[in-house]
């Protein structure tokens, strides 16, 4: 009875043991992407550059396969006129990322010629996301994911007072 009490335990200490690291393993998840959104970002910009520069659509549509289509609701065409009317020489600097999870927002600057003369500098933030299909970061290139989602902007609007209504409170 002993010798079997024995064998129970050490079955029961070994089925504990399979489960801890089943358990530890499942806590693992995806591992980040290989390039850091800073990275993908410079390299979306560049190829933008390049397109601006060599005024062809080759790289551009290379820049847009790093887009997050399904957040963007953007096809090429729309891509490429949109960058069709970025200037000439368009660099972009990339600072640093905050990274929560699976998105990521960029801290990006870059010049614009002022209608006064010379030129000034935008700074923005670009949002990130990974895309679990690929495992690797897609620029969420119209916003969409960064600050009030489109439900909340379409819920706010039909808050708002209709035309004709007074909205004093």
């Given at each position: 009875?002993v010798?079997?009490?024995?064998r129970?335990?050490?079955f029961?200490?070994?089925?504990?043991?399979v489960l801890?690291?089943?358990?530890?393993g499942?806590?693992?998840?995806?591992s980040?992407?290989?390039?850091?959104?800073?990275?993908?970002?410079?390299?979306f910009?560049e190829l933008?550059s390049?397109?601006k520069?060599?005024?062809?659509?080759?790289?551009?549509?290379?820049?847009?396969?790093?887009?997050?289509t399904?957040?963007?609701?953007?096809?090429v065409?729309?891509?490429?006129?949109?960058?069709?009317?970025?200037?000439?020489?368009?660099?972009?600097e990339?600072?640093?990322?905050e990274?929560?999870?699976?998105q990521?927002?960029?801290?990006i600057?870059?010049?614009?010629p002022s209608?006064?003369?010379?030129?000034y500098t935008?700074?923005?933030v670009?949002?990130?996301?990974?895309?679990?299909?690929?495992?690797?970061?897609?620029?969420?290139?119209?916003g969409?994911?960064y600050g009030?989602q489109?439900d909340d902007?379409?819920?706010?609007s039909?808050?708002?007072?209709?035309?004709?209504?007074?909205?004093?409170?």
């Amino acid at each position: 009875m002993v010798l079997i009490l024995k064998r129970s335990n050490e079955f029961i200490g070994r089925v504990l043991l399979v489960l801890a690291f089943a358990v530890a393993g499942c806590g693992q998840g995806v591992s980040a992407p290989e390039d850091g959104p800073e990275a993908v970002t410079k390299r979306f910009y560049e190829l933008i550059s390049a397109a601006k520069l060599e005024g062809g659509t080759t790289t551009a549509s290379e820049a847009f396969k790093m887009v997050d289509t399904k957040i963007s609701n953007l096809n090429v065409n729309q891509f490429l006129e949109v960058i069709k009317r970025y200037p000439e020489i368009f660099a972009v600097e990339v600072g640093k990322a905050e990274v929560k999870g699976t998105q990521a927002l960029v801290a990006i600057s870059y010049k614009m010629p002022s209608s006064f003369g010379g030129e000034y500098t935008v700074q923005e933030v670009l949002p990130l996301n990974i895309d679990p299909a690929t495992n690797t970061w897609k620029i969420d290139f119209t916003g969409d994911t960064y600050g009030m989602q489109k439900d909340d902007a379409i819920a706010a609007s039909k808050t708002e007072a209709a035309p004709g209504q007074d909205n004093k409170q």
